[in-house]
């Protein structure tokens, strides 16, 4: 017998409670489907920290990327993308294909973005219209200072747009403190729900924006949604994802229950045991600022091991799914998921596989030499 485990950092455990949430199916147009969408939008302003208005579209989260371009712009807009990896380049992408004038400032992968670069962009380019970063860069482990960008770029009339996609309800983010006018989230990740939403919370500097920018858009449109949303009770435009809805109704609620300072606290926790793990291996981190990777653990592969061959191993032998590197990273690293619905045995029982990958595959581990470093660290805790 063999249990899966999914261990990636996205999409992630799906706690029973939030599972079985969706096997009801209810009308849209009903008062029922009016109070979810309420508790439903206020548990978001929750995990955003915001009092900004809240957009749900049914997409993935890139459909929120999108939506955020698509908005706040109009062609030939120039905007600043601070990119160090995957999603980085797919804020790059969007923007260049909707045609807005994109000064890119880009890192090596595994480096974080230098908020004076920020400082140094701004003031060489005043007519800058927006400022894209990505919060956790999940193809690297990175996670941004959001909070040093927003400092810098709230002096600016920029628009200050987030990819928290992974970094949501993983890592601190706090939208309105930190100045961002455009948050971008996903269901998939920290919030512990299926694949399917995806979450954009919307300052007012960001509304005005919305109200002159010239980009086509039809279904992701924001003032179609604020429209409907501000009914009584709020309804959507078009028919919503309902069962996600429910599902990430009892998300939200656990993560009201647990508080957001623990859920974070939680996350970090995990992320240093899983480290602490990860070196007592001999193993070397990918992200250079380590400290501040708590939603995923990006490991580089040991000479002479393709990092596919480990996570391929770990799927077909031990049910264990962990995501390996992405684009140029692929084969290079792997990546450990604590994101969302983790315990201390998830962390355990991934370090334990590793353990057992690598020795499989010929790297020399002495068998709960990780398990043992990161569960004494969890004890502590
Ligand atoms: C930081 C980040 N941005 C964007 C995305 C894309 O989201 P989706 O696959 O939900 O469209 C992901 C997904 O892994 C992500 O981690």
Same mark, same amino acid.
């Given at each position: 017998?063999?249990?899966?485990?999914?261990?990636?950092?996205?999409?992630?455990?799906?706690?029973?409670?939030?599972?079985?949430?969706?096997?009801?199916?209810?009308?849209?147009?009903?008062?029922?489907?009016?109070?979810?969408?309420?508790?439903?939008?206020?548990?978001?302003?929750?995990?955003?920290?915001?009092?900004?208005?809240? =957009?749900?579209?049914?997409?993935?989260?890139?459909?929120?990327?999108?939506?955020? =371009?698509?908005?706040?712009?109009?062609?030939?807009?120039?905007?600043?993308?601070?990119?160090?990896?995957?999603?980085?380049?797919?804020?790059?992408?969007?923007?260049?294909?909707?045609?807005?004038?994109?000064?890119?400032?880009?890192?090596?992968?595994?480096?974080?973005?230098?908020? *004076?670069?920020?400082?140094?962009?701004?003031?060489?380019?005043?007519?800058?219209?927006?400022?894209?970063?990505?919060?956790?860069?999940? *193809?690297?482990?990175?996670?941004?200072?959001?909070?040093?960008?927003?400092? /810098?770029?709230?002096?600016?009339?920029?628009?200050?747009?987030?990819?928290?996609? *992974?970094?949501?309800?993983?890592?601190?983010?706090?939208?309105?403190?930190?100045?961002?006018?455009?948050?971008?989230?996903?269901?998939?990740?920290?919030?512990?729900?299926?694949?399917?939403?995806?979450? =954009?919370?919307?300052?007012?500097?960001?509304?005005?924006?919305?109200?002159?920018?010239?980009?086509?858009?039809?279904?992701?449109?924001?003032?179609?949604?604020?429209?409907?949303?501000?009914?009584?009770?709020?309804?959507?435009?078009?028919?919503?994802?309902?069962?996600?809805?429910?599902?990430?109704?009892?998300?939200?609620?656990?993560?009201?229950?647990?508080?957001?300072?623990?859920?974070?606290?939680?996350?970090?926790?995990?992320?240093?045991?899983?480290?602490?793990?990860?070196?007592?291996?001999?193993?070397?981190?990918?992200?250079?600022?380590?400290?501040?990777?708590? =939603?995923?653990?990006?490991?580089?592969?040991?000479?002479?091991?393709?990092?596919?061959?480990?996570?391929?191993?770990?799927?077909?032998?031990?049910? /264990?799914?962990?995501?390996?590197?992405?684009?140029?990273?692929?084969?290079?690293?792997?990546?450990?998921?604590?994101?969302?619905?983790?315990?201390?045995?998830?962390?355990?029982?991934?370090?334990?596989?590793?353990?057992?990958?690598?020795?499989?595959?010929?790297?020399?581990?002495?068998?709960?030499?990780?398990?043992?470093?990161?569960?004494?660290?969890?004890?502590?805790?």
């Amino acid at each position: 017998m063999k249990k899966d485990y999914i261990f990636t950092p996205g999409p992630t455990p799906v706690p029973h409670s939030v599972s079985v949430a969706q096997s009801k199916m209810i009308h849209h147009r009903s008062a029922d489907f009016g109070e979810l969408f309420s508790r439903v939008l206020d548990g978001l302003k929750y995990a955003f920290q915001t009092q900004n208005d809240i =957009v749900v579209f049914a997409s993935s989260g890139t459909g929120g990327l999108e939506a955020a =371009v698509a908005n706040c712009f109009s062609p030939g807009d120039k905007v600043a993308v601070f990119n160090g990896g995957k999603f980085g380049e797919r804020f790059v992408e969007i923007a260049s294909f909707f045609g807005l004038d994109v000064i890119q400032v880009a890192y090596n992968w595994g480096e974080s973005a230098n908020p *004076s670069d920020c400082e140094r962009v701004l003031s060489e380019n005043p007519d800058i219209k927006g400022v894209m970063l990505t919060h956790s860069e999940t *193809s690297t482990g990175v996670v941004n200072d959001v909070e040093a960008f927003g400092r /810098i770029v709230r002096q600016t009339p920029a628009l200050f747009v987030v990819d928290t996609i *992974s970094g949501l309800c993983a890592a601190p983010f706090k939208t309105d403190e930190w100045g961002v006018d455009i948050a971008v989230g996903g269901s998939q990740k920290g919030l512990m729900t299926p694949p399917g939403l995806a979450f =954009v919370a919307v300052s007012e500097k960001a509304w005005k924006a919305v109200e002159t920018a010239r980009l086509p858009r039809y279904y992701f449109c924001f003032k179609a949604a604020r429209k409907s949303f501000s009914k009584t009770p709020p309804q959507t435009p078009y028919t919503p994802a309902i069962t996600l809805l429910q599902a990430l109704d009892v998300a939200l609620k656990m993560i009201k229950d647990e508080g957001l300072e623990n859920v974070w606290a939680r996350h970090e926790l995990f992320a240093r045991a899983t480290r602490a793990g990860v070196k007592a291996l001999g193993l070397e981190l990918f992200a250079k600022d380590s400290s501040r990777a708590s =939603v995923v653990t990006s490991v580089i592969s040991p000479d002479g091991i393709n990092s596919g061959d480990l996570v391929r191993l770990l799927r077909s032998k031990y049910g /264990i799914f962990i995501a390996g590197g992405q684009s140029k990273l692929k084969g290079k690293i792997f990546r450990l998921g604590h994101v969302g619905y983790f315990d201390r045995y998830d962390i355990i029982v991934q370090l334990a596989a590793v353990e057992f990958g690598l020795k499989e595959l010929g790297f020399p581990v002495e068998l709960g030499t990780g398990v043992s470093s990161a569960m004494k660290i969890l004890y502590e805790e």
